[in-house]
């Protein structure tokens, strides 16, 4: 495990809960923990290396997230408000990680995406790491 | 300058309505908001219509932000127009890259009514 990929990937997701959806999250750990999900949301990183960042989201978590980005209740959002807001907050989360990460490098992002089959994430060099964030527990899996 | 007219180029729907709103929250709750989710979009849309500003992103599908911009600045009309750029991958070698092709401020996202602040005063300086 590299020290600084965790640093610089918590650090990330702190920052862009705190900064775009005005929420606590708080690094649990790497305990693996079930995460029921519907689906994936997920970022390739194309340069300086190739990797992805995937957040596996639990309906609580989005529902928070989607309400205090929007400001309305969740029952007044369109799904496809409520997958945009997640996957533009993977697209931030991506940007703040490589610039922790990377510092002033060249580096690019692909567009961040939804996939169904978590078979898909087949990598070596994998973090999967657990989050809560108002006591809703959700992952974040980098491969780099 | 005044930014009576002002469009939003970006892909995600989210991003534009905080975009939008932040202007709003900044003082500028009378102009009026032409939005595009990509480059190709807002390109046809500036072809029909006159814009005060540009707002991008620079990530977007079909057109992305560089190509935009690179268009635009070859366009009579439309060079002159001031460009933002708010986008989630950003440090000091993107920033020189988007300056020297002719933007006027770069905003890392998430963008706050602050940072919209700093740059529009930045741009009347």
Known sequence: ?144 | MEFKKIMIIDDSVTSRMIIKRCFLISGLSDSVFIEAEDGLHAASLLEKDKVDLIVTDINMPKMDGNNLIKKLKTKDEIKDIPIIVITSITNKTVEDELLSIGVKGIIKKPVSPEKIIKILGEING
């Open chain 1, 1 to 144: 495990m590299d020290d600084k990929i965790i640093d610089c990937i918590t650090k990330a997701v702190i920052k862009t809960f705190e900064e775009m959806a005005f929420i606590d999250a708080v690094y649990i750990g790497n305990e693996k923990q079930e995460i029921n999900v519907s689906h994936l949301l997920s970022v390739d990183i194309i340069e300086p290396i190739k990797g992805c960042i995937v957040l596996f989201m639990p309906l609580e978590c989005k529902k928070k997230l989607a309400e205090n980005i929007y400001s309305k209740d969740f029952n007044l959002l369109s799904s496809e408000e409520i997958d945009d807001c997640q996957l533009e907050l993977l697209n931030i989360i991506a940007g703040n990680f490589l610039f922790f990460y990377f510092g002033n490098s060249k580096y690019k992002l692909d567009l961040p995406h939804i996939i169904f089959n978590e078979n898909e994430l087949d990598f070596n060099n994998k973090y999967e790491l657990f989050f809560a964030a108002e006591e809703v527990i959700f992952k974040v899996f980098l491969a780099i």
